[in-house]
């Protein structure tokens, strides 16, 4: 069965600070991987997806992601944070067997930012 | 805002109780899934229906039940409530043809809380 593990439960950055939120997958076929932003109180928004091509996806609100097929990983980037990043982040892997497209989350990151 | 939209927003009930959640999917959308987000479990996948048939079931307890109805909305229905059972639900929906993979857009979620 496909997983997703996060290994940073919480990070902490400085405002203007550059941001790196780790993901490793374990898929048999190729992946299909997304990261999804939920801010306090609120429903889960898609900042990016990697399906196949370019390793290096961009995604909303200046976010970047790079698939690894070596190292089975999807690390979320961003040069510069904001204070309104602070929220947790989800990455995910879909099943596509079975036509079912179901995702597999990771268990989260809590990002807070200092002004 | 996804287009997702689900009813209510809270519920407080007690145990032993029986309670339906609604969903209406982004206009087009055939898929609906239903995951289940907790403290000690994070997201799981629940349920998935397609055009209005069941596609995938994941983690999804006995007294649990969910339906599609030809207008594409989706009720999740939770009977026997357990403390256990508190929790955030959120329906997503997407459109896809086998072969092909689409992303899954969040509505707000439920926030079911057992008492």
């Known amino acids: 069965a496909q997983s997703v593990t996060q290994p940073d439960i919480h990070i902490t950055v400085s405002e203007g600070a550059s941001l790196e939120l780790r993901c490793n997958y374990s898929?048999?076929?190729?992946?299909?991987l997304f990261w999804y932003v939920q801010s306090p109180g609120q429903g889960l928004q898609l900042l990016l997806k990697?399906?196949?091509?370019?390793?290096l996806v961009q995604g909303i609100k200046g976010f970047e992601a790079e698939f690894k097929r070596s190292q089975s990983s999807f690390n979320l980037r961003k040069p510069s944070v904001h204070w309104s990043d602070a929220a947790e982040y989800f990455c995910?892997?879909?099943?596509?067997?079975?036509?079912?497209?179901?995702?597999?989350f990771g268990k989260g990151t809590k990002l807070s930012v200092i002004p | 805002d996804s287009g997702v939209t689900q009813t209510p927003k809270h519920l407080i009930t007690a145990t032993g109780q029986r309670v339906t959640l609604r969903c209406s999917p982004r206009?087009?959308?055939?898929?609906v899934y239903w995951y289940q987000q907790s403290l000690d479990q994070g997201l799981q996948f629940l349920i998935q229906?397609?055009?209005?048939?069941?596609?995938a079931k994941g983690n999804i307890l006995e007294r649990f039940s969910a339906q599609q109805f030809p207008d594409l909305h989706s009720e999740l229905n939770l009977s026997s409530l357990e403390l256990g059972d508190s929790a955030l639900y959120f329906c997503?929906?997407?459109?896809?043809?086998?072969?092909?993979?689409?992303?899954?857009?969040f509505g707000p979620g439920t926030r079911l809380t057992v008492t």
């Open positions: 990697y399906f196949s091509g370019d390793t």
């Open positions: 229906y397609y055009n209005g048939e069941e596609r």
């Open positions: 206009s087009g959308d055939l898929s």
């Open positions: 995910a892997v879909e099943d596509s067997g079975a036509g079912s497209y179901q995702l597999t």
């Open positions: 898929y048999g076929a190729t992946p299909y």
């Open positions: 997503a929906s997407s459109d896809h043809e086998a072969g092909t993979t689409y992303e899954q857009y």
